[in-house]
């Protein structure tokens, strides 16, 4: 019996999808022979996430198309706090933001909202203070739209923290803290605050990442794969657990983007079909059947996010 699988955190959006890598077209779109790869797999819905304003309206236009297999997030990433900073009119922007997802979700196709919170491993991209400025007008916003929220924390459990926690009684629907890669206290603290915990190979780096992975209870997990980003490579401590399971991984051939082959994945750039990887080795971590961890996955993503 084939796993139900769902990847709560699939940038469709991104350019590489469409064969531009860094600005230039390398190759041609090839995001429908993704998403049928993601199907082969077993897995039947995915969030597409949105980043900034103009992604999150792709990634509604995405959705749209694919009716029943793809939904979408809308928010600005802490990475892209910027472009609300540095807009004409910031407060045009959020109130554009707020009326995209407010249609989306009464039409069905918004699930969450995000990609919002934190990331101070990355300050180069948008000051703390920024981040944080940008990161609590947008939980106004979650307060009045009543979506579960899709959370990025990074290197901010603190800030992280004492932004959220005042804010829990407004927040009943909580939301997942996706591609987490903190420490094992920090998930026990977002647990205890009620969020739901999302593992991507980024979550599985490290042996330390292995130890958090294995302590996630099992309600309240979710599978992701952040495509194109974090695949699991050799050189993670995930690859080893990986390899030495008795399924086989099906995944498709992959080609250098140079030499692009129709029906290939693109090597290095991860896809939703990857996802049964990270599915295969939390399953392993925490000794129990594949079909098992893919179903009370599917089970706790169904119970956020609605069918």
Known sequence: MMNRLYDIGANLTDSMFSGKYHGKQVHE????????????????????????????????????????????????????????????????????????????????????????????????????????????????????????????????????????????????????????????????????????????????????NLRVASAVPLDRIMLETDAPWCEIRPSHASSKILNNQPQTISLPKSAKKEKFTKGLMVKGRCEPCAVIQVAIVVAALKGIPVQELCTAAWDNTIAMFGS
């Open 29 to 208: 779109a090839d995001i429908e022979d993704v998403i049928e790869r993601a199907k082969d797999q077993g897995v039947e819905k995915m969030l597409v996430t949105g980043s900034n304003l103009d992604e999150s309206r792709t990634a509604i236009e995405l959705a749209e198309a694919h009716k029943n297999l793809l939904y979408a997030t809308v928010g600005v990433h802490p990475c892209h706090a910027l472009d609300i900073e540095n807009s004409l009119d910031p407060t045009k922007y959020l109130a554009e933001l707020e009326s995209l997802a407010s249609e989306g979700k009464n039409l069905g196709t918004v699930k969450a909202f995000g990609e919002i919170g934190l990331d101070y491993d990355r300050l180069h991209y948008a000051p703390a203070d920024i981040q944080r400025k940008y990161f609590e007008l947008q939980l106004d916003i979650a307060e009045r739209l009543n979506l579960p929220l899709f959370l990025h924390s990074r290197a901010c459990a603190s800030d992280f923290e004492a932004i959220l926690r005042p804010r829990l009684p407004r927040l009943p629907r909580r939301g997942v803290v996706h591609s987490f890669t903190g420490t094992l206290d920090e998930m026990k603290v977002l647990l205890a605050l009620g969020f739901s915990i999302g593992i991507n190979g980024c979550s599985l780096k490290t042996q330390d």
